[in-house]
């Protein structure tokens, strides 16, 4: 299974000659060719995991695309067919199996109202958590693990890393850092993954990893 990272959130996987699309956000100024897309998953609604112009994109070139997502992306979506999933919600998209967990996005401040968030993983190999730090219930290979947001501090992501010990991990929702930025998170990440035997990667925007 390929991994392939692009800016900020957006990953894209590919299977058997299938790809599946994980947050297409706004920080992506254009989509990158794409192929055989039978599967979106939304994390939460927010345009820099969400991008409607993006999905509308993806949805145009590929028509029978299901999207996925927790029921505030179904309402942002509108007209748009998107399958709800949330806690436990287990399903088959081609070549994929998906398996979601939390129900919500990590606090950024009490007055600031909580959205949804569901974490995927996909084919028991790749977990993202989107935003949350919400642990997924079965083994896994790699991490998406995020390295900067509003709602993040390092020290509770440490906590995170400590409690999952990922075997491998690569950085994403990153795009809001500057050269020094990358670094500095980068290294917190990697101490604490290879801490415990894990591997780190830290992808360029359009680099791949393989499971």
Not at 35 to 40: A, F
């Amino acid at each position: 299974m390929k991994i392939t990272k692009f800016d900020h959130a957006f990953l894209l996987v590919e299977e058997s000659l299938q790809q599946l699309v994980i947050d297409p956000g706004i920080y992506s100024p254009e989509l990158p060719k794409l192929e055989n897309v039978v599967g979106i998953v939304l994390t939460h609604l927010h345009d820099d995991h969400s991008y409607l112009p993006h999905i509308m994109a993806i949805q145009s070139q590929f028509p029978q695309v299901k999207i996925y997502g927790p029921q505030d992306v179904a309402a942002k979506l509108g007209e748009i067919p998107c399958e709800v999933v949330s806690h436990g919600s287990h399903l088959e998209v081609g070549s994929f199996q998906l398996d979601f967990f939390g129900d919500q996005h990590q606090e950024i401040h009490r007055s600031i109202p909580l959205v949804q968030n569901v974490g995927v993983l996909v084919n028991s190999k790749l977990y993202y958590p989107g935003d949350s730090y919400t642990q997924c219930d079965y083994p896994f290979e790699v991490l998406a693990c995020p390295a900067a947001a509003p709602w993040m501090k390092i020290s509770d992501l440490i906590d995170y890393l400590e409690a999952v010990r990922p075997k491998r991990a690569f950085a994403t929702h990153n795009a809001i850092l500057n050269d020094n930025g990358h670094v500095l998170q980068n290294s917190r990440i990697r101490e604490y993954v290879t801490k415990h035997g894990g591997e780190f990667n830290y992808l360029l925007v359009g680099e791949s990893i393989t499971v």
